[in-house]
Nanobody, 124 residues
Framework: QVQLVESGGSLVQPGGSLRLSCAAS????????IGWFRQAPGKGREGVSCISSSGRSLYYVDSAKGRFTISSDNAKNTVYLQMNSLKPDDTAVYYC?????????????????WGQGTQVTVSS
């Protein structure tokens, strides 16, 4: 069955780093774009970053630029989000999502599959 599983969320101090993983099963990422989204307490869902099926097209929301890096390993069917210089405002449940597509990714697409989320808490 199609499944996305996020991992790597944790409690981290401001300025620290985390690497989130999104492992896909039941389908191959060779034909899917992957997006990372987050939902902070009391806030709506926000798109953070996405990567095309080829891994050659990347997008970051302004607040993530220069701090976050998205990457993919299609052989492992896994997408990663490296998060550096974390801020308290980054605190949220982080979700990965998949959508069929072969071109550039967009965060305003209707993604087909979603993971269960992983909690990231940035606090001293």
């Amino acid at each position: 069955q199609v499944q996305l599983v996020e991992s790597g969320g944790s409690l981290v101090q401001p300025g620290g780093s985390l690497r989130l993983s999104c492992a896909a099963s039941g389908f191959t990422l060779d034909y899917y774009a992957i997006g990372w989204f987050r939902q902070a307490p009391g806030k709506g869902r926000e798109g953070v970053s996405c990567i095309s099926s080829s891994g050659r097209s990347l997008y970051y929301v302004d607040s993530a630029k220069g701090r976050f890096t998205i990457s993919s390993d299609n052989a492992k069917n896994t997408v990663y989000l490296q998060m550096n210089s974390l801020k308290p405002d980054d605190t949220a449940v982080y979700y990965c999502a998949a959508k069929p597509g072969l071109g550039s990714c967009r965060l305003n697409w209707s993604y087909n599959y979603w993971g269960q989320g992983t909690q990231v808490t940035v606090s001293s």
